[in-house]
């Protein structure tokens, strides 16, 4: 039950996560400062990515690589940002999740814990108890051999005469 519910959720964060990464693409292109910004970093991206792309294919690695023009460069970074948000969600979903579930079992845990120490003391109580009858047990016995069955239960027969003897019927 929990991991459709958490299937769905996360369906659900993911798919409000694109229009706010959409806006912040659309925003991120507008104020002068952080398009420098994103300019710089597309232009790096798109330096590593051409140079990896080059040695996969086993081009020469040394050659210079022409910068992308500002609006390539600037639609780049904004893509670039609009993935790295929405990833960045999902891993603040999925981590999220993991602490949760974490804190779950270590709940558990502590229940297990607590049964098994209830447990424990239990059979320790009984042990105990046990103890204590097996002594009971071994006084009765020490009295039973020392008195007989009879002085045991305080079974004399206080009015029988010793002399008489049972007649025969």
């Given at each position: 039950?929990?991991?459709?519910?958490?299937k769905l959720g996360t369906l659900a964060l993911k798919t409000?996560?694109?229009?706010?990464?959409?806006?912040?693409?659309?925003?991120?292109?507008l104020h002068p400062k952080f398009r420098n910004f994103i300019v710089s970093i597309a232009q790096a991206n798109?330096?590593?990515?051409?140079?990896?792309?080059?040695r996969i294919y086993g081009?020469?690695?040394n050659v210079e690589i022409r910068p992308l023009d500002e609006e390539k460069a600037v639609q780049a970074a904004v893509d670039l940002?609009?993935?790295?948000?929405?990833?960045?969600?999902?891993?603040?979903?999925l981590y999220f999740e993991v602490q949760r579930s974490s804190r779950s079992e270590a709940k558990k845990e502590e229940v297990r814990r607590q049964e098994m120490e209830q447990m424990r003391e239990r059979d320790e109580?009984?042990?105990?108890?046990m103890e204590s009858l097996k002594s009971?047990?071994?006084e009765l016995e020490q009295l039973a051999r020392g008195r007989g069955l009879a002085g045991v239960f305080n079974l004399r027969p206080s009015h029988v005469e010793e002399s008489k003897s049972p007649t025969p019927a």
């Open positions: 039950m929990a991991l459709p519910v958490l409000l996560s694109k229009p706010i990464a959409s806006r912040l693409k659309q925003q991120a292109g798109h330096r590593v990515t051409t140079t990896m792309q080059r081009h020469a690695t940002l609009g993935e790295v948000f929405v990833f960045s969600v999902a891993v603040a979903a109580a009984l042990a105990r108890e009971k047990i071994q």
